[in-house]
Structures are given as C-alpha cells and as structure tokens.
Nanobody, 121 residues
Framework: QVQLVESGGGLVQPGGSLRLSCAAS????????MAWYRQAPGKMREVVAG???????NYADSVKGRFTISREHAKNTVFLQMNSLKPEDTAVYYC???????????????WGQGTQVTVSS
C-alpha cells in the first residue's frame, strides 16, 4: 500500500505565493511520473503540471511562467511552487503519482487527498 500526504494550501491574496508538497510512503521501489491536478467549484478536474523521472516538465497554458513543479526523489516528494496567484487559481489541488512497487509491478494512478488553495482579496 502507498500513502500520499499533501500540504501547503491556504488563503492568499492575488499576487501572492504558495508552495504545495506531496510526500509518498509505503511500498515504493521508485517513483516515475508525477503530476499536479486541480478542480475548481463547478469545473472538471484538470492537469496543472507534470514531471518525469528524467526531469522533463510540462505545464498547462494557464499557469506557464507562474508555477514550477519539482521533485526530491530521496524523500519521495513532489512540489508545486505557485507565484503570482490569481483568483481563478482557486481550487482543490491533487498530486498524482506513477509508482513502481518493490515486487516490480507499476501502478499509474495514486492520488493525494487534496489541499485547498483560495486566492481572494
């Protein structure tokens, strides 16, 4: 079993910054791809940013230049640095991890519990 714990959400004013983290533990041999998703009220869940084990990153057009995804493999952790936050960034943010277990099997769809980000004046 694998557990994902998210933290770092909160209430900020427009233009402010937050840093989200997602730490994985349990039956882990290696972590391959990592991603952040978000879901705003009344909206579909959408991908925000992704990072591969080799370091390649990609971002949704709406956050390019403002958000940065990074990882710390030794701690099985992925981060999302969010700068210049806008009210439309308000959502619940979820991490998603692609993990290889100790027996060599791979599972692509582990989800964190979600952390609320609210951007409001």
């Amino acid at each position: 079993q694998v557990q994902l714990v998210e933290s770092g959400g909160g209430l900020v004013q427009p233009g402010g910054s937050l840093r989200l983290s997602c730490a994985a533990s349990g039956d882990i041999s290696s972590i391959n791809n990592m991603a952040w998703y978000r879901q705003a009220p009344g909206k579909m869940r959408e991908v925000v940013a992704g990072i591969r084990s080799g370091g390649e990153t990609n971002y949704a057009d709406s956050v390019k230049g403002r958000f940065t995804i990074s990882r710390e493999h030794a701690k099985n952790t992925v981060f999302l640095q969010m700068n210049s936050l806008k009210p439309e960034d308000t959502a619940v943010y979820y991490c998603n991890l692609d993990i290889t277990h100790r027996d060599g099997t791979r599972y692509f769809d582990y989800w964190g519990q979600g952390t609320q980000v609210t951007v409001s004046s």
